[in-house]
């Protein structure tokens, strides 16, 4: 099956600074991925979409200058969550579809941030 | 507007008990529903989709649109089935929407 990788899985940072995520596809390519949020034993919030070579789409209430989406390649998208507060503590987790008929997507295993 | 609801946080069942995790959606079009199970430390991955019709792991799902639901079914639990299991439905934009998420826990 497609194989979608996080990096890093785990990262603490202090208030203020920033973190970027990698999400990666292995071995297939993928033109749009979206990222996730996800509370303890709760759902998965959608953040954005991610769309190679162009602007990422953000869902309603998702502060776009706060979470800074790139997608250089068709095989990478990062997320960098800036001037990090405590609230921001979270798994975000990123997917992507290799068949664009259909809408199973695969996921990363996510990355949890913490901060400080 | 589109909407995946699991009225239920958590299903407690013993061991070989018939489980039904229960999903409704609100969707306007024709949807494509999925079933996607996260066990504990790992990462979600798809359980079941409704256009496959098939059975997975002993589950199977069913779309009944006049009820708008999609309900999960196995007739005989087993401990290893214990998982959080999310009902999602694929809007026409590409999007994956999810429920709220249902903790299955199957006791010996």
């Known amino acids: 099956g497609a194989v979608v990788s996080q990096h890093p899985s785990r990262v603490i940072c202090k208030s203020g600074t920033s973190v970027k995520i990698e999400c990666r596809s292995l071995?297939?390519?993928?033109?749009?991925m979206f990222w996730y949020r996800q509370f303890p034993k709760q759902s998965l919030m959608l953040m954005a979409t991610s769309n190679e070579g162009s602007k990422a789409t953000y869902e309603q209430g998702v502060e776009k200058d706060k979470f800074l989406i790139n997608h250089a390649s068709l095989t990478l998208s990062t997320l960098t969550v800036t001037s990090a507060h405590p609230e921001d503590s979270s798994f975000y987790i990123c997917?992507?579809?290799?068949?664009?008929?259909?809408?199973?997507?695969?996921f990363g295993e996510g990355s949890r941030l913490t901060v400080l | 507007a589109q909407r995946v609801t699991q009225p239920e946080k958590l299903l407690s069942v013993f061991k070989g008990a018939p489980v039904e995790l229960k999903c409704n959606y609100s969707?306007?079009?024709?949807?494509?529903l999925f079933w996607y199970v996260q066990y504990s430390r790992q990462r979600l991955q798809l359980l079941l989709r409704?256009?496959s019709r098939e059975s997975i792991k002993g589950f199977t799902a069913d779309l009944n649109k006049g009820e708008t639901s999609f309900h999960l079914k196995k007739p005989f639990a087993q401990e290893e089935d214990s998982a959080m299991y999310y009902c999602?439905?694929?809007?026409?934009?590409?999007?994956?929407?999810f429920g709220q998420g249902t903790e299955l826990s199957v006791k010996p």
């Open positions: 999602a439905l694929s809007n026409q934009g590409g999007k994956l929407i």
């Open positions: 409704h256009i």
């Open positions: 997917s992507a579809r290799v068949d664009p008929n259909t809408g199973e997507l695969f």
């Open positions: 071995d297939f390519q993928a033109t749009t």
């Open positions: 969707y306007s079009g024709s949807p494509e």
